[in-house]
Protein backbone atom coordinates (compact mmCIF):
# COMPACT_ATOMS: atom_id res chain seq x y z
CA UNK A 1 0.00 0.00 0.00
CA UNK A 2 1.27 3.36 -0.70
CA UNK A 3 1.83 4.71 3.10
CA UNK A 4 0.09 7.90 1.83
CA UNK A 5 -3.35 5.72 2.23
CA UNK A 6 -3.15 4.12 5.34
CA UNK A 7 -5.50 6.34 7.06
CA UNK A 8 -8.05 4.91 5.04
CA UNK A 9 -7.45 1.28 6.05
CA UNK A 10 -7.27 2.36 10.00
CA UNK A 11 -9.58 0.22 12.16
CA UNK A 12 -12.74 2.57 13.34
CA UNK A 13 -14.48 1.83 16.62
CA UNK A 14 -17.86 2.80 15.65
CA UNK A 15 -19.50 2.02 19.33
CA UNK A 16 -20.64 -0.41 21.63
CA UNK A 17 -17.37 -1.71 20.85
CA UNK A 18 -17.86 -2.47 17.34
CA UNK A 19 -14.75 -2.19 15.18
CA UNK A 20 -14.52 -1.57 11.18
CA UNK A 21 -11.75 -2.87 9.63
CA UNK A 22 -11.26 0.59 7.82
CA UNK A 23 -12.77 3.91 6.86
CA UNK A 24 -14.63 2.72 4.17
CA UNK A 25 -18.60 2.10 3.49
CA UNK A 26 -20.48 1.07 0.84
CA UNK A 27 -23.41 3.20 0.24
CA UNK A 28 -27.29 1.72 0.43
CA UNK A 29 -28.20 1.93 -3.26
CA UNK A 30 -31.75 0.30 -5.06
CA UNK A 31 -31.10 -1.98 -7.34
CA UNK A 32 -34.63 -2.95 -8.44
CA UNK A 33 -33.52 -6.79 -8.49
CA UNK A 34 -35.73 -8.67 -6.01
CA UNK A 35 -38.02 -10.91 -6.55
CA UNK A 36 -42.36 -10.21 -6.67
CA UNK A 37 -43.30 -11.24 -3.25
CA UNK A 38 -39.83 -9.06 -1.06
CA UNK A 39 -37.36 -11.81 -1.26
CA UNK A 40 -33.89 -11.34 -2.39
CA UNK A 41 -32.68 -12.95 -5.56
CA UNK A 42 -29.62 -14.89 -6.19
CA UNK A 43 -28.22 -12.11 -8.47
CA UNK A 44 -28.63 -9.57 -5.32
CA UNK A 45 -26.71 -11.68 -3.27
CA UNK A 46 -24.10 -12.17 -5.56
CA UNK A 47 -23.81 -8.70 -6.75
CA UNK A 48 -23.41 -7.91 -2.90
CA UNK A 49 -21.17 -10.86 -2.53
CA UNK A 50 -18.63 -9.06 -5.13
CA UNK A 51 -18.40 -5.95 -3.11
CA UNK A 52 -18.37 -7.07 0.72
CA UNK A 53 -14.38 -7.68 0.84
CA UNK A 54 -12.85 -4.78 0.89
CA UNK A 55 -15.17 -2.34 2.80
CA UNK A 56 -15.09 -2.56 6.70
CA UNK A 57 -18.65 -2.35 6.33
CA UNK A 58 -21.76 -2.53 3.83
CA UNK A 59 -25.31 -0.71 4.01
CA UNK A 60 -27.54 -2.55 1.99
CA UNK A 61 -30.56 -1.13 -0.38
CA UNK A 62 -33.69 -0.12 1.75
CA UNK A 63 -36.29 -2.46 2.62
CA UNK A 64 -39.93 -1.90 3.54
CA UNK A 65 -41.02 -1.71 7.14
CA UNK A 66 -44.79 -2.18 6.31
CA UNK A 67 -46.65 -3.31 2.86
CA UNK A 68 -47.78 0.69 1.63
CA UNK A 69 -44.39 1.99 2.13
CA UNK A 70 -42.79 -0.12 -0.87
CA UNK A 71 -40.92 2.62 -2.83
CA UNK A 72 -39.50 0.83 -5.90
CA UNK A 73 -39.73 -2.38 -8.12
CA UNK A 74 -37.93 -4.77 -7.34
CA UNK A 75 -37.66 -3.79 -3.92
CA UNK A 76 -36.74 -6.70 -1.19
CA UNK A 77 -39.32 -6.45 2.00
CA UNK A 78 -38.98 -6.62 6.12
CA UNK A 79 -42.55 -6.17 6.84
CA UNK A 80 -43.09 -9.73 7.53
CA UNK A 81 -41.45 -12.73 9.27
CA UNK A 82 -41.69 -14.76 6.52
CA UNK A 83 -39.05 -12.61 4.91
CA UNK A 84 -36.43 -13.31 8.02
CA UNK A 85 -34.90 -16.35 5.58
CA UNK A 86 -34.46 -14.18 2.81
CA UNK A 87 -33.29 -11.46 4.67
CA UNK A 88 -30.63 -13.61 6.72
CA UNK A 89 -29.63 -14.98 3.26
CA UNK A 90 -27.62 -11.66 2.42
CA UNK A 91 -26.66 -10.49 6.26
CA UNK A 92 -24.87 -13.86 6.06
CA UNK A 93 -23.12 -13.06 2.46
CA UNK A 94 -21.75 -9.66 3.66
CA UNK A 95 -20.10 -10.74 7.10
CA UNK A 96 -18.95 -14.21 5.22
CA UNK A 97 -16.66 -11.29 3.26
CA UNK A 98 -15.84 -9.57 6.31
CA UNK A 99 -18.20 -6.60 6.22
CA UNK A 100 -20.48 -5.34 8.68
CA UNK A 101 -24.10 -5.79 7.68
CA UNK A 102 -26.36 -3.24 8.07
CA UNK A 103 -29.82 -3.40 6.61
CA UNK A 104 -31.55 0.10 5.48
CA UNK A 105 -35.23 0.79 6.57
CA UNK A 106 -37.91 2.83 5.33
CA UNK A 107 -41.12 3.75 4.13
CA UNK A 108 -41.46 5.39 1.10
CA UNK A 109 -44.88 7.86 2.09
CA UNK A 110 -45.93 9.81 -0.97
CA UNK A 111 -42.74 9.16 -3.02
CA UNK A 112 -44.18 4.96 -3.74
CA UNK A 113 -45.26 4.07 -6.76
CA UNK A 114 -49.17 3.63 -6.41
CA UNK A 115 -49.24 0.40 -8.28
CA UNK A 116 -47.09 -1.19 -6.15
CA UNK A 117 -49.35 -0.70 -2.53
CA UNK A 118 -52.47 -2.13 -2.07
CA UNK A 119 -55.10 -0.01 -3.39
CA UNK A 120 -52.72 2.20 -4.79
CA UNK A 121 -53.43 3.76 -1.01
CA UNK A 122 -50.13 6.52 -1.09
CA UNK A 123 -49.93 8.10 2.10
CA UNK A 124 -47.91 10.78 3.59
CA UNK A 125 -47.62 13.44 6.71
CA UNK A 126 -49.97 15.74 4.40
CA UNK A 127 -52.02 15.89 1.56
CA UNK A 128 -49.50 17.05 -0.64
CA UNK A 129 -48.04 15.49 -3.56
CA UNK A 130 -44.25 16.10 -4.46
CA UNK A 131 -43.37 18.76 -6.91
CA UNK A 132 -43.58 17.52 -10.38
CA UNK A 133 -45.66 16.18 -13.72
CA UNK A 134 -48.12 13.06 -12.74
CA UNK A 135 -47.24 12.86 -9.09
CA UNK A 136 -50.16 11.17 -6.95
CA UNK A 137 -51.84 13.12 -4.27
CA UNK A 138 -51.65 11.08 -1.05
CA UNK A 139 -53.46 10.82 2.18
CA UNK A 140 -52.49 12.22 5.12
CA UNK A 141 -52.28 9.73 7.65
CA UNK A 142 -54.27 8.91 11.04
CA UNK A 143 -52.71 9.16 13.85
CA UNK A 144 -53.31 5.55 14.68
CA UNK A 145 -51.68 4.72 11.28
CA UNK A 146 -48.67 6.60 12.37
CA UNK A 147 -48.47 4.67 15.35
CA UNK A 148 -48.83 1.67 13.57
CA UNK A 149 -45.80 2.70 11.55
CA UNK A 150 -43.89 3.48 14.13
CA UNK A 151 -44.15 0.02 15.16
CA UNK A 152 -43.62 -1.43 12.38
CA UNK A 153 -39.99 0.44 12.48
CA UNK A 154 -39.34 -1.41 15.23
CA UNK A 155 -40.84 -4.87 14.19
CA UNK A 156 -38.47 -4.66 11.01
CA UNK A 157 -35.87 -3.66 13.52
CA UNK A 158 -36.40 -6.95 15.42
CA UNK A 159 -36.51 -9.11 11.96
CA UNK A 160 -33.17 -7.82 11.20
CA UNK A 161 -31.50 -8.88 14.65
CA UNK A 162 -32.90 -12.42 13.97
CA UNK A 163 -31.68 -12.33 10.87
CA UNK A 164 -28.23 -11.69 11.75
CA UNK A 165 -27.44 -7.89 10.67
CA UNK A 166 -25.02 -6.31 12.71
CA UNK A 167 -27.48 -3.05 12.84
CA UNK A 168 -30.11 -0.80 11.28
CA UNK A 169 -30.08 2.40 9.19
CA UNK A 170 -32.87 4.35 9.73
CA UNK A 171 -33.71 6.11 6.23
CA UNK A 172 -34.83 9.52 6.89
CA UNK A 173 -33.15 11.14 3.89
CA UNK A 174 -34.37 11.31 -0.12
CA UNK A 175 -37.89 12.67 0.41
CA UNK A 176 -39.03 9.67 2.11
CA UNK A 177 -41.69 9.19 5.08
CA UNK A 178 -39.67 10.17 7.59
CA UNK A 179 -38.32 12.89 6.25
CA UNK A 180 -41.91 14.53 4.37
CA UNK A 181 -42.57 14.17 8.05
CA UNK A 182 -39.75 16.76 9.03
CA UNK A 183 -40.60 18.61 5.77
CA UNK A 184 -42.15 22.23 5.95
CA UNK A 185 -43.23 20.93 2.35
CA UNK A 186 -44.70 17.96 2.51
CA UNK A 187 -45.63 18.06 6.77
CA UNK A 188 -48.63 20.74 7.05
CA UNK A 189 -50.18 19.14 10.23
CA UNK A 190 -51.44 21.31 12.90
CA UNK A 191 -51.50 18.18 15.84
CA UNK A 192 -49.13 17.09 17.51
CA UNK A 193 -47.11 15.43 14.82
CA UNK A 194 -46.48 19.37 12.74
CA UNK A 195 -46.38 22.76 12.96
CA UNK A 196 -43.98 23.62 14.88
CA UNK A 197 -40.26 22.90 13.64
CA UNK A 198 -40.01 20.89 17.31
CA UNK A 199 -43.59 18.75 16.24
CA UNK A 200 -42.51 18.14 12.94
CA UNK A 201 -39.24 16.43 14.78
CA UNK A 202 -41.84 13.86 16.65
CA UNK A 203 -42.31 10.70 14.33
CA UNK A 204 -38.33 10.74 13.15
CA UNK A 205 -37.28 10.86 16.76
CA UNK A 206 -40.70 8.41 17.58
CA UNK A 207 -38.99 5.97 14.81
CA UNK A 208 -35.44 6.30 16.81
CA UNK A 209 -36.77 6.03 20.29
CA UNK A 210 -38.76 2.89 18.89
CA UNK A 211 -36.17 1.00 17.11
CA UNK A 212 -33.52 1.73 20.08
CA UNK A 213 -35.99 0.34 22.83
CA UNK A 214 -36.35 -3.08 20.75
CA UNK A 215 -32.68 -3.30 19.91
CA UNK A 216 -32.17 -3.24 23.79
CA UNK A 217 -35.12 -5.73 24.28
CA UNK A 218 -34.03 -8.36 21.52
CA UNK A 219 -30.42 -8.08 20.49
CA UNK A 220 -28.02 -10.31 22.67
CA UNK A 221 -25.04 -8.67 21.18
CA UNK A 222 -24.18 -5.34 19.91
CA UNK A 223 -26.15 -4.12 17.26
CA UNK A 224 -25.82 -0.52 15.50
CA UNK A 225 -28.69 2.07 15.00
CA UNK A 226 -27.71 4.77 12.30
CA UNK A 227 -29.79 6.92 10.45
CA UNK A 228 -29.46 8.96 7.17
CA UNK A 229 -30.28 12.40 6.05
CA UNK A 230 -30.65 14.95 3.44
CA UNK A 231 -29.43 17.67 4.36
CA UNK A 232 -31.64 20.34 2.23
CA UNK A 233 -34.79 20.54 0.11
CA UNK A 234 -35.04 22.07 -3.27
CA UNK A 235 -39.02 22.68 -2.70
CA UNK A 236 -39.99 26.16 -1.14
CA UNK A 237 -40.67 25.46 1.55
CA UNK A 238 -38.24 23.37 2.29
CA UNK A 239 -36.07 21.60 4.63
CA UNK A 240 -32.96 24.13 5.24
CA UNK A 241 -29.58 23.70 6.30
CA UNK A 242 -30.19 25.52 9.52
CA UNK A 243 -33.15 23.16 10.09
CA UNK A 244 -30.81 20.19 9.37
CA UNK A 245 -28.47 21.26 11.74
CA UNK A 246 -31.42 21.47 14.37
CA UNK A 247 -31.92 17.66 13.37
CA UNK A 248 -28.61 16.35 13.85
CA UNK A 249 -28.28 18.44 17.05
CA UNK A 250 -31.71 16.31 18.66
CA UNK A 251 -30.25 13.52 16.66
CA UNK A 252 -26.47 13.39 18.40
CA UNK A 253 -28.15 13.34 21.89
CA UNK A 254 -29.95 9.95 21.05
CA UNK A 255 -27.04 7.46 21.14
CA UNK A 256 -27.24 6.62 18.08
CA UNK A 257 -24.18 4.70 16.74
CA UNK A 258 -23.66 7.28 13.24
CA UNK A 259 -25.35 9.93 11.00
CA UNK A 260 -24.96 9.09 7.43
CA UNK A 261 -25.46 12.18 5.34
CA UNK A 262 -26.99 11.60 1.63
CA UNK A 263 -25.15 13.83 -0.99
CA UNK A 264 -24.54 13.26 -4.31
CA UNK A 265 -21.08 15.59 -3.80
CA UNK A 266 -19.35 14.99 -0.58
CA UNK A 267 -18.02 19.21 -1.23
CA UNK A 268 -21.32 20.79 -1.99
CA UNK A 269 -21.96 23.64 0.23
CA UNK A 270 -25.29 24.94 1.69
CA UNK A 271 -27.90 26.86 -0.26
CA UNK A 272 -30.21 28.77 2.12
CA UNK A 273 -30.41 28.71 6.01
CA UNK A 274 -26.50 29.00 6.87
CA UNK A 275 -24.21 31.42 5.57
CA UNK A 276 -20.71 29.78 5.38
CA UNK A 277 -18.48 28.97 2.97
CA UNK A 278 -17.30 25.39 4.12
CA UNK A 279 -18.39 22.25 2.99
CA UNK A 280 -21.90 20.94 4.42
CA UNK A 281 -19.97 17.80 5.61
CA UNK A 282 -17.69 19.89 7.20
CA UNK A 283 -20.29 21.95 8.97
CA UNK A 284 -21.81 18.71 10.09
CA UNK A 285 -19.12 17.25 11.10
CA UNK A 286 -17.91 20.11 13.60
CA UNK A 287 -21.76 20.02 14.85
CA UNK A 288 -22.10 16.97 15.67
CA UNK A 289 -19.09 14.59 14.55
CA UNK A 290 -17.77 14.77 18.68
CA UNK A 291 -20.46 13.31 20.03
CA UNK A 292 -21.76 10.66 17.17
CA UNK A 293 -19.67 9.59 14.32
CA UNK A 294 -20.69 11.03 10.89
CA UNK A 295 -20.42 9.16 7.17
CA UNK A 296 -19.72 11.18 4.35
CA UNK A 297 -20.61 10.06 0.71
CA UNK A 298 -20.62 12.08 -3.14
CA UNK A 299 -18.80 11.75 -5.60
CA UNK A 300 -15.76 10.49 -4.37
CA UNK A 301 -13.81 8.85 -7.37
CA UNK A 302 -10.10 7.80 -6.58
CA UNK A 303 -8.48 7.27 -3.54
CA UNK A 304 -6.90 10.83 -3.45
CA UNK A 305 -10.48 12.17 -3.22
CA UNK A 306 -11.33 9.37 -0.98
CA UNK A 307 -8.50 10.52 1.42
CA UNK A 308 -8.94 14.56 1.09
CA UNK A 309 -12.34 13.57 2.50
CA UNK A 310 -11.08 11.43 5.47
CA UNK A 311 -8.91 14.23 6.24
CA UNK A 312 -11.69 16.75 6.17
CA UNK A 313 -12.47 15.11 9.92
CA UNK A 314 -15.52 13.06 8.83
CA UNK A 315 -14.40 9.78 10.46
CA UNK A 316 -16.05 7.42 7.82
CA UNK A 317 -16.37 7.66 4.00
CA UNK A 318 -19.11 5.60 2.04
CA UNK A 319 -18.39 4.64 -1.67
CA UNK A 320 -21.97 4.11 -3.74
CA UNK A 321 -21.80 4.66 -7.71
CA UNK A 322 -17.79 4.04 -7.74
CA UNK A 323 -18.07 0.74 -6.19
CA UNK A 324 -20.41 -0.55 -9.02
CA UNK A 325 -18.26 0.80 -11.80
CA UNK A 326 -15.00 -0.81 -9.51
CA UNK A 327 -15.50 -2.93 -7.09
CA UNK A 328 -12.21 -3.71 -6.19
CA UNK A 329 -11.68 -0.21 -5.57
CA UNK A 330 -10.84 -0.83 -2.02
CA UNK A 331 -8.57 -3.60 -2.46
CA UNK A 332 -6.88 -1.59 -5.12
CA UNK A 333 -5.83 1.08 -2.67
CA UNK A 334 -5.11 -1.54 -0.38
CA UNK A 335 -2.86 -2.99 -2.50
CA UNK A 336 -0.86 -0.15 -4.03
CA UNK A 337 -2.80 -0.51 -7.30
CA UNK A 338 -4.90 3.03 -7.26
CA UNK A 339 -3.88 4.22 -10.23
CA UNK A 340 -5.87 0.96 -11.76
CA UNK A 341 -9.56 1.92 -10.17
CA UNK A 342 -11.84 2.49 -12.85
CA UNK A 343 -14.28 5.66 -12.84
CA UNK A 344 -16.33 5.41 -15.49
CA UNK A 345 -18.61 1.96 -16.16
CA UNK A 346 -17.29 -0.21 -19.07
CA UNK A 347 -20.83 -1.26 -21.18
CA UNK A 348 -19.55 -4.31 -21.95
CA UNK A 349 -18.55 -5.47 -18.23
CA UNK A 350 -21.73 -6.63 -16.61
CA UNK A 351 -20.73 -9.74 -15.81
CA UNK A 352 -18.02 -8.95 -14.70
CA UNK A 353 -18.85 -6.50 -12.37
CA UNK A 354 -21.81 -8.99 -11.53
CA UNK A 355 -24.89 -6.48 -11.68
CA UNK A 356 -28.10 -7.56 -11.59
CA UNK A 357 -30.06 -6.64 -14.75
CA UNK A 358 -32.32 -4.46 -13.70
CA UNK A 359 -30.14 -2.02 -12.01
CA UNK A 360 -27.70 -2.09 -14.70
CA UNK A 361 -30.39 -1.61 -17.50
CA UNK A 362 -32.09 1.70 -14.88
CA UNK A 363 -28.03 2.61 -15.17
CA UNK A 364 -27.49 2.58 -18.85
CA UNK A 365 -31.26 4.20 -19.43
CA UNK A 366 -30.65 7.00 -16.95
CA UNK A 367 -28.35 9.82 -18.50
CA UNK A 368 -26.33 11.14 -16.21
CA UNK A 369 -26.39 9.27 -13.31
CA UNK A 370 -23.40 7.25 -13.76
CA UNK A 371 -20.39 8.27 -16.06
CA UNK A 372 -19.81 6.09 -18.55
CA UNK A 373 -16.33 5.20 -20.77
CA UNK A 374 -17.50 5.43 -24.73
Known amino acids: ?63 YVTVNGKGFHGEFGGDRDEMIPSLRRLASAIKAKGAKAILQIFHGGREVP ?60 NGYLIQQFFSPHSNRREDRWGGTLEKRLTFPLAVVDEVKKVVAAHAKEAFL ?80 EALNALQSGTPLIALGREIIIDPDWVEKVEEGKESEIVTKLDKSAQQELVVPNPLWQAILNTPGWFPIAE
Not at 276 to 282: A, C, H, I
Request: aromatic content about 6%; proline content about 6%; glycine content about 8%.
Open 114 to 173: PELVPNGDVVSASDIPSEGEGKPVPRALTDVEIESIIRDFGEATRRAIEAGYDGVEIHGA
Open 1 to 63: MNLKYAPLFESFDIGKGVQLKNRLVMAPMTNFSSNADGTITDAEVEYYERRSNGVGMVITACT
Open 225 to 304: VGYRFSPEEPETPGITMAETLELIDVLAEKDLDYLHVSLMDFWSTPKRGVEDTRSRMEIIQEKAGNRVPVIGVGSIHSAD
